[in-house]
């Protein structure tokens, strides 16, 4: 994992180089360098891959929700795996993701099975301020408390749009959801305390988080809420890698294993 989060931080800072020079205006260049950015993905970061060739039925039969879509990695790869009727609701809060993101979704073809939403989710329906890094383009954060007394240069903060994944079931009428993945920096037991409702509607969906203990911190929130708010709802959590899918017997077990990286991801099943 520490070779990961290493290539990570190499990738970022080439892409930020690559960004201030002005090139990735160009179309041709822009999507080149996203391909090769999936392409690193699939080969060296991402697990859910090991989840889709193994464990595809866990995305079927339902609706999919990428909660924090950034420009769309993770969404068009379920699209590979999801039900031929079912579609993938995409949220990014960034505008600049956003973009990419729906530039990937008509690029590869997939505007009838993924629709993004330009609105950060949370514990609450209206809006919140939100911090744009311009040094980490996967690092943006929604603005709390706790986060405002780091010294968040204000420059870079903005008022999005925020909804539940309550709101947004009801809103839309969802009748199945298959699978929810959750990655917003941080923002995770927010989101949760959303989707009270949802989770008790549809007890069958698995729900995967990004577990970054010092992110939670970073926005006031104890990493072990988190983990209790599954394990007290009879939710089985196990940790996601690019080679398996291990139930982890103890919060301990978690905590040993996220020191490593700083994050990993976990799925949630009952």
Same mark, same amino acid.
């Given at each position: 994992?520490?070779h @990961?989060?290493n290539s990570v931080a190499?990738?970022?800072?080439t892409?930020?180089?690559v ?6 205006? *160009?179309?041709? *260049?822009r999507r080149?360098?996203i391909?090769?950015?999936f392409?690193?993905?699939r ?9 889709i ?9 339902g609706?999919i929700?990428?909660?924090?879509a950034n420009i769309?990695?993770?969404?068009c790869? *379920?699209?590979?795996?999801?039900s ?5 609701y995409?949220?990014?809060p960034d ?10 979704i008509?690029?590869?073809?997939l ?5 993004p939403?330009p609105?950060?989710? @949370?514990?609450t329906?209206g809006s919140v ?7 980490h383009?996967?690092?943006?954060r929604?603005v ?8 968040v240069?204000s420059e870079n ?8 994944v309550?709101?947004?079931?009801r809103?839309? @009428? ?6 929810v ?10 989101v949760?305390?959303?989707?009270r ?6 007890p069958?969906?698995p ?8 992110s939670?911190r970073?926005?006031g929130?104890?990493p072990?809420?988190?983990l209790?708010f *599954?394990?007290?709802r ?5 940790v ?5 899918l291990?139930?982890?017997s103890?919060?301990q077990?978690i905590?040993?294993?996220s ?6 991801d976990l799925v949630?099943?009952k």
């Amino acid at each position: 994992m520490t070779h @990961g989060k290493n290539s990570v931080a190499v990738l970022t800072r080439t892409y930020n180089l690559v960004r201030s020079t002005g090139i990735l205006q *160009f179309s041709w *260049f822009r999507r080149a360098f996203i391909s090769l950015y999936f392409l690193y993905k699939r080969l060296y970061e991402d697990p859910y891959w090991y989840l889709i060739k193994h464990r595809p039925e866990l995305f079927r039969n339902g609706d999919i929700l990428d909660i924090g879509a950034n420009i769309g990695y993770t969404a068009c790869l *379920f699209a590979k795996v999801a039900s031929p009727s079912a579609r993938i609701y995409a949220f990014e809060p960034d505008q600049e993701s956003y973009n990419t993101l729906i530039e990937e979704i008509g690029r590869r073809h997939l505007s009838r099975i993924v629709e993004p939403f330009p609105v950060a989710v @949370g514990s609450t329906v209206g809006s919140v301020e939100f911090w744009h890094n311009k040094e980490h383009s996967a690092d943006h954060r929604v603005v709390t408390a706790k986060f405002k007394e780091s010294g968040v240069p204000s420059e870079n903060v903005e008022c999005v749009a925020a909804i539940t994944v309550d709101e947004f079931v009801r809103v839309h @009428g969802l009748q199945r959801i298959a699978f929810v993945k959750i990655d917003v920096q941080g923002y995770e037991l927010a989101v949760c305390e959303g989707m009270r409702q949802t989770l008790e509607q549809f007890p069958k969906a698995p729900v995967s988080i990004e577990y970054s203990p010092d992110s939670l911190r970073d926005l006031g929130q104890e990493p072990s809420e988190l983990l209790h708010f *599954f394990r007290s709802r009879k939710y089985r959590v196990y940790v996601l890698t690019r080679s398996s899918l291990e139930l982890a017997s103890d919060d301990q077990m978690i905590e040993r294993l996220s020191k490593s990286s700083g994050y990993i991801d976990l799925v949630c099943v009952k």
